[in-house]
T-cell receptor
Framework: DGGITQSPKYLFRKEGQNVTLSCEQNLNHDAMYWYRQDPGQGLRLIYYSQIVNDFQKGDIAEGYSVSREKKESFPLTVTSAQKNPTAFYLC????????????FGDGTRLSIL | AQSVTQPDIHITVSEGASLELRCNYSYGATPYLFWYVQSPGQGLQLLLKYFSGDTLVQGIKGFEAEFKRSQSSFNLRKPSVHWSDAAEYFCAVGSGGTSYGKLTFGQGTILTVHP
């Protein structure tokens, strides 16, 4: 079955640590997205990529970094510069043409120890 | 800039009752509109989408939504709610131009269903 796989499901970070969240898709989608979800705030876009080796900042990119070396993979690094990283992180992908809907993974919950 | 407003943070209905979740959007051109549903601790699942054409859109799980340009609204409806519909619902608008494919989400509406 085609889909988006996020790992791990739960992740804990110590103060001052960088952590990387994995996102893999086998839908052959060109575009991939990272969102942060906090209670009562909906989904906020962190980064997105429409093609390999290219990505753009979203609305809340500070303290985060991404790479897109392969079409299937779009890992997100939460750096120590992100002062409030505790949240639910969602990865999504889509076909670019025609504003097709985004397909979502099951998310990673990041907590600070 | 585009935006989406879901005026109701939390709605409670009885099982079997009808449901309407409100969504208002702001977008300069013809919008691409979506409704998603999220169960606790899970990702988002697409319920339905509107791109153009018929303003009444049918989706999965018995949901429908009506696009009203004059009111900038895209409300989600279901004639008879089931207990399994309890979840959080998000309305989203898609953009074009250089931001092709990006979505802007509303803050979500939590639906509670009483037996």
């Amino acid at each position: 079955d085609g889909g988006i796989t996020q790992s791990p499901k739960y992740l804990f970070r110590k103060e001052g640590q960088n952590v990387t969240l994995s996102c893999e898709q086998n839908l052959n989608h060109d575009a991939m997205y990272w969102y942060r979800q906090d209670p009562g705030q909906g989904l906020r876009l962190i980064y997105y990529s429409q093609i390999v080796n290219d990505f753009q900042k979203g609305d809340i990119a500070e303290g985060y970094s991404v790479s897109r070396e392969k079409k299937e993979s779009f890992p997100l690094t939460v750096t120590s510069a992100q002062k409030n990283p505790t949240a639910f992180y969602l990865c999504a992908s889509s076909i670019i043409a025609g504003n097709q809907p985004q397909h979502f993974g099951d998310g990673t919950r990041l907590s600070i120890l | 800039a585009q935006s989406v407003t879901q005026p109701d943070i939390h709605i409670t209905v009885s099982e079997g009752a009808s449901l309407e979740l409100r969504c208002n959007y702001s977008y300069g051109a013809t919008p691409y509109l979506f409704w998603y549903v999220q169960s606790p601790g899970q990702g988002l699942q697409l319920l339905l989408k509107y791109f153009s054409g018929d303003t009444l859109v049918q989706g999965i799980k018995g949901f429908e939504a009506e696009f009203k340009r004059s009111q900038s609204s895209f409300n989600l409806r279901k004639p008879s709610v089931h207990w399994s519909d309890a979840a959080e619902y998000f309305c989203a608008v898609g953009s074009g131009g250089t931001s092709y494919g990006k979505l802007t989400f509303g803050q979500g509406t939590i639906l509670t269903v009483h037996p």
